[in-house]
């Protein structure tokens, strides 16, 4: 197939790597930042990593190539402020209390579940510890959900895509000002762009 025409919803902004220096502004609230935190790249896939060293998978990536070779990598270096600024501590013993309370809780309710149906089909009382059950695991789901949610520094700064060389990258910025920003602290290593041309698959 002939390549074709992506556009954007909005307007992206095109970074060469090697050139690109951002602005010691933090992306996500707009104020001075001096920390610095680093958004590595891979050929298929990105990842954020924060001071503490842990990476980060980006789930909006959407790369412009497939590729068969081992990845490359590239890096984004971006200051954050201390508000913004994420150590990880105890993070990954959350998110396995997390699995191991939704099993539990999951059991819980269905096991409740067939009490209350039950009770329904009886014209029987509602049973309240069924009725607990039901908001405990909603709760536990809820809990579940701030864990695995993308970060603020990965809903600021959006992996688009990267060209097949990985010269340059595809952004896109949740702060406006943050955008403008870089855009004027790199004029000749950065554009915004509405579309690219993708290879025909």
Same mark, same amino acid.
């Given at each position: 197939?002939?390549?074709?025409?992506?556009?954007?919803?909005?307007?992206?902004?095109?970074? &060469?790597?090697?050139?690109?220096?951002?602005?010691?502004?933090?992306?996500?609230?707009?104020?001075?930042?001096?920390?610095?935190?680093?958004?590595?790249?891979?050929?298929?896939?990105?990842?954020?990593?924060?001071?503490?060293?842990?990476?980060?998978?980006?789930?909006?990536?959407?790369?412009?190539?497939?590729?068969?070779?081992?990845?490359?990598?590239?890096?984004?270096?971006?200051?954050?402020?201390?508000?913004?600024?994420?150590?990880? &501590?105890?993070?990954?013993?959350?998110?396995?209390?997390?699995?191991?309370?939704?099993?539990?809780?999951?059991?819980?309710?269905?096991?409740?579940?067939?009490?209350?149906?039950?009770?329904?089909?009886?014209?029987?009382?509602?049973?309240?510890?069924?009725?607990?059950?039901?908001?405990?695991?909603?709760?536990?789901?809820?809990?579940?959900?701030?864990?695995?949610?993308?970060?603020?520094?990965?809903?600021?700064?959006?992996?688009?895509?990267?060209?097949?060389?990985?010269?340059?990258?595809?952004?896109?910025? &949740?702060?406006?000002?943050?955008?403008?920003?870089?855009?004027? &602290?790199?004029?000749?290593?950065?554009?915004?762009?509405?579309?690219?041309?993708?290879?025909?698959?």
């Amino acid at each position: 197939m002939s390549p074709q025409k992506q556009y954007f919803e909005e307007p992206v902004v095109r970074v &060469e790597l090697s050139k690109v220096r951002f602005p010691k502004l933090c992306p996500v609230c707009g104020v001075t930042a001096s920390i610095p935190s680093r958004i590595i790249l891979t050929s298929g896939r990105s990842k954020f990593i924060s001071g503490s060293g842990r990476l980060y998978r980006n789930p909006h990536l959407r790369g412009m190539q497939k590729f068969s070779q081992p990845p490359e990598m590239r890096n984004l270096r971006i200051f954050v402020c201390e508000d913004h600024y994420d150590t990880d &501590e105890g993070e990954d013993r959350y998110k396995s209390l997390c699995f191991i309370i939704d099993g539990f809780t999951m059991f819980l309710f269905f096991f409740g579940l067939l009490f209350l149906g039950d009770a329904f089909s009886r014209g029987r009382p509602l049973p309240l510890w069924s009725v607990a059950f039901s908001v405990l695991f909603a709760i536990s789901l809820f809990a579940s959900w701030i864990a695995f949610r993308p970060k603020a520094l990965q809903r600021a700064v959006k992996i688009v895509g990267f060209d097949s060389s990985m010269q340059n990258v595809l952004l896109a910025f &949740e702060n406006k000002s943050y955008q403008e920003a870089v855009l004027q &602290e790199n004029p000749m290593a950065s554009e915004l762009i509405s579309w690219i041309i993708k290879p025909g698959s």
